[in-house]
T-cell receptor, first 115, second 116 residues
Framework: GAVVSQHPSWVICKSGTSVKIECRSL??????MFWYRQFPKQSLMLMAT?????????EQGVEKDKFLINHASLTLSTLTVTSAHPEDSSFYIC???????????FGSGTQLSVL | AQTVTQSQPEMSVQEAETVTLSCTYD???????LFWYKQPPSRQMILVIR??????QNATENRFSVNFQKAAKSFSLKISDSQLGDAAMYFC?????????????FGKGTKLSVKP
């Protein structure tokens, strides 16, 4: 079945540094990918919609300059948390749309801890 | 705006018994899709079941079935013959396009515990 690979699965970084998270569709082309954020014991909240070859669409309240999204190919979207601070610590999950089979697949998530 | 409400933060069931998780939603759309996702401790999101609003027949996947009441905007999940591996967070979700377009709108989740 279709698989979405998300890396890294966890990362610890110092405050002020940048962290890049990759979301890759392994056996299908994903023109659209979604980035979610999940705080402990809470639900998934959409951060942005990533479209191949165009600018991402950010949800209200999400800083586009802090959370940089690049969807340069049909199989890869990246989320870069710039100048990370402790309040950015969270679980980040991507999902990718398989247009051919009309399905949505989730990555395994990335736990970001900013010290 | 569409909203999804799960009123049960936690539920508990005895192994082999049946449990029902509740979900209500609000939308002005007539055609949409509803989902139940399971998130075990690994935090991988796993699709449990999907329901198209235009279908009157309730979806079923092995031990999992839904009670879809469109007029009442209710979408409950029934788990029969509960197993220890069913213990997880369960999220109800809504989408206008079948899950392949647009984003999913999630409820706050229900934590299900299964007692041996």
């Amino acid at each position: 079945g279709a698989v979405v690979s998300q890396h890294p699965s966890w990362v610890i970084c110092k405050s002020g540094t940048s962290v890049k998270i990759e979301c890759r569709s392994l056996d299908f082309q994903a023109t659209t990918m979604f980035w979610y954020r999940q705080f402990p014991k809470q639900s998934l909240m959409l951060m942005a919609t990533s479209n191949e070859g165009s600018k991402a669409t950010y949800e209200q309240g999400v800083e586009k300059d802090k959370f940089l999204i690049n969807h340069a190919s049909l199989t890869l979207s990246t989320l870069t948390v710039t100048s990370a601070h402790p309040e950015d610590s969270s679980f980040y999950i991507c999902s990718a749309r398989d247009r051919v089979h009309e399905k949505l697949f989730f990555g395994s998530g990335t736990q970001l801890s900013v010290l | 705006a569409q909203t999804v409400t799960q009123s049960q933060p936690e539920m508990s069931v005895q192994e082999a018994e049946t449990v029902t998780l509740s979900c209500t939603y609000d939308t002005s759309e007539s055609d949409y899709y509803l989902f139940w996702y399971k998130q075990p401790p690994s935090r991988q999101m796993i699709l449990v079941i999907r329901q198209e609003a235009y279908k009157q027949q309730n979806a079923t996947e092995n031990r999992f079935s839904v009670n879809f009441q469109k007029a009442a905007k209710s979408f409950s999940l029934k788990i029969s013959d509960s197993q220890l591996g069913d213990a997880a967070m369960y999220f109800c979700a809504y989408n206008n396009y079948g899950g392949s377009q647009g984003n999913l709108i999630f409820g706050k989740g229900t934590k299900l515990s299964v007692k041996p």
